[in-house]
């Protein structure tokens, strides 16, 4: 599977919008991306995945650039109980074990 | 979403004993599932992937001999921590694969193990 990379932390203001972005340049064509959050002495909890297209669903949106080599993951009103680790990973489909890379801690204040 | 349910959330045990934590797919059948170890601050890492009825397949590095995985049912599967040691303390994460096939593309994780051998 693709690797992918993250920047280690980030903070980002309650109620705003949290933008998290994921380089995977080396993606290939039948990989999908995926987004996991661990939040402290958790298992990690699925947000959402997808192949070309935006996606969006009740917890995220997912924009996926033109070319696939990056991808950027939408929180959009950002709350304190979405403090946690986000990890990308590029998956090829169903049924492939996750790969975890070291993600990128979210840190959300008031 | 799925459930996947792990127990025990939490053990202690002392140096030499063996513990065996159990992971379960509450609402559906897993064909696959997954043992993750994960030490602090550290990203998780896959120990290896079981599958119903058949031998495990573990990851480089990691002992089969040390870490027994049983996948019996499509329901349940159990890591046993054998002669366990100080340096066996971690966080351990199954995750479990949905056989349906309008399912399978996410992987549901239980809550995690947070094992410590003194």
Known sequence: DAKTTQPPSMDCAEGR????????????????????????????????????????NEMASLIITEDRKSSTLILPHATLRDTAVYYCIVRKAAGNKLTFGGGTRVLVKP | GAVVSQHPSWVICKSGTSVKIECRSLDFQATTMFWYRQFPKQSLMLMATSNEGSKATYEQGVEKDKFLINHASLTLSTLTVTSAHPEDSSFYICSARDYRLDRNEKLFFGSGTQLSVL
């Open chain 1, 17 to 56: 919008a949290a933008n998290l972005p994921c380089n995977h340049s080396t993606i290939s064509g039948n990989e999908y991306v995926y987004w996991y959050r661990q939040i402290h002495s958790q298992g990690p909890q699925y947000i959402i995945h997808g192949l070309k297209n935006n996606e969006t």
